[in-house]
């Protein structure tokens, strides 16, 4: 049954977009200034949108972990974080591409970039600390503590767009400015790519949930083995 | 006995322990001079470019020496079953975690002491010109740095390569922290204005961290 | 459309969509790895099972 619903996820999300590609070429209207360059932001927001959620929600099950004990719950943190740190580097490198052409540079420290920096140094350090536990409640336990921490730096990454001003643009999406920052058809384009990006992502953590769980199969079986 | 006074006596304990040898307070110093010896190698700066470089160069020199010194906190438990001992105690996990923030960040503010005493010799610099103001950006920041040294040392303790793991997971949560000392660092010795922005950042990292410490240590340290 | 800056966008796109595919590869990898070492541990229980007990 899971099986079936992560292979649907997976169509879906990418059909969803797919289609929408046929919107962002040939329908959308062309921004001013930028040329062709612009249509990244159909990758580049959606993107940090669903990597962000992906590592808050992932704390969320890690407190669950925390307060039920069940590992069902860490296997959910663990992949839902591992997913959401693939699209930290999908947003970091388009980004990186955009800003090529239009800041001239591949990279600048400005506060927003380095704090989303900073959470892919941190999320990747979330995954070696997990590979360097063998036991896996302590290493539900710590990792969860981690992610706890981690989470101070999303909240950073997702206000430091409003809290500083610099480079990079400021917020655009009328959730966050109350209207007249971004063309209407444009921001439903980025809210149509973040839908397919989620189905996708829900849909990878599904496979990697079914992982952890075919390893601690493994473990338990092997403790079985050699009793 | 209150949490504060559990943190106290075990600051007491380990300072005690550390004056006795001196270990983690001599590799650390003599880290923290050698780190300003390379540089002073490495960078053939003038008087105004070493102005613009010096809080980096100070806050790098001490995050650096600063892992020598919480790498010990927690390690100085192991043998004999010390940690053990002190979590079946009456001694709550997160009095142990500050106890041990508290002797690092003192042992630390040491070694900063001796690093811009050095510092001002090797760089030619009057680093004296908002003495307090500093004096504050350095207790502020070390304890920043110590709190999560202390925390993270404690969940790396039984960890395979656990020298290695420490900095490699402690180090990108610091930069913020890191930030925001040297920015400020930086304005203090070179004689300009307080800057608010920078001080707000400090002060939230260190009240942010040091509850999440407080809130997470019974977790990181009991099975 | 505008095509000013074509190349740029379409690696932007390419590179999007490798660091999505070079995941799915590394899941699949694992999925196979760990699909094997099931295998290998289920054999292994089951010899161990089917091997009268020496006394």
Known sequence: MRDKLTYVLLAAGALFFFFNLHGIFDVLPDEAAQGAIYRIMYLHIPAGITCLTGFFIGMIFSIGYLTTGKLAFDAASASINEVALVFAFMNVVTGSIWARIIWGIWWTWDPRLTAMFVCLLIYVGYLLLRQAIDEPTRRGRLSAAFSIFGTVDVVVV?????????????????????????????????????????????????????????AREIDALRRLAHA | MNAFSQALSIAR????????????????????????????????????????????????????AGALVFNRGFAREMPNECL???????????????????????????????????????YD????????????????????????????GALTINLRLRELMLPVIIYPLLIPLLIASIEMTNLFLTNQAFNFMWLRVLLVFDIVFTCLAVALAEIILVN | MDTRNLTFMFYGFLAAWAIILIYVGTLVRRGSKLKREL?????????????PPRL
């Open chain 2, 84 to 122: 053990d001992a002190l979590l079946s105690s009456p001694l709550s996990a997160a009095s142990l975690v500050i106890g041990k923030a508290i002797t690092s960040a003192l042992l630390l503010l040491v070694v900063e002491a001796i690093s811009f005493f050095v510092y001002g010799i090797f």
């Open chain 3, 39 to 51: 295998e290998d541990v289920k054999r292994l229980l089951s010899a161990k099972e089917s091997t």
């Open chain 1, 158 to 214: 997702w206000k430091s767009i409003e809290w500083f001003r610099t480079q990079h643009p400021g917020p655009v999406l009328d959730v966050r400015t109350g209207g007249g920052h971004i063309d209407p058809a444009m921001q439903s384009m980025i809210f149509r790519d973040l839908f397919a990006f989620l189905l996708i992502a829900a849909a990878l953590v599904l496979i990697r949930m079914k992982q952890e769980e075919n």
């Open chain 2, 125 to 152: 610099t009057n680093w004296l010109k908002q003495p307090w103001s500093l004096l504050a950006v350095c207790v502020f920041a070390t304890w920043g740095i110590c709190v999560i040294g202390s925390v993270f």
């Open chain 2, 13 to 64: 304990k380990d300072l005690a322990i550390e004056l006795r040898t001196k270990e983690s307070l001599n590799s650390a110093g003599a880290f923290a001079v050698v780190i300003l010896l390379l540089f002073s190698f490495a960078f053939d700066l003038s008087p105004e470019e070493t102005k613009d470089i010096s809080g980096g160069l100070l806050w790098l020199c001490f995050s650096f």
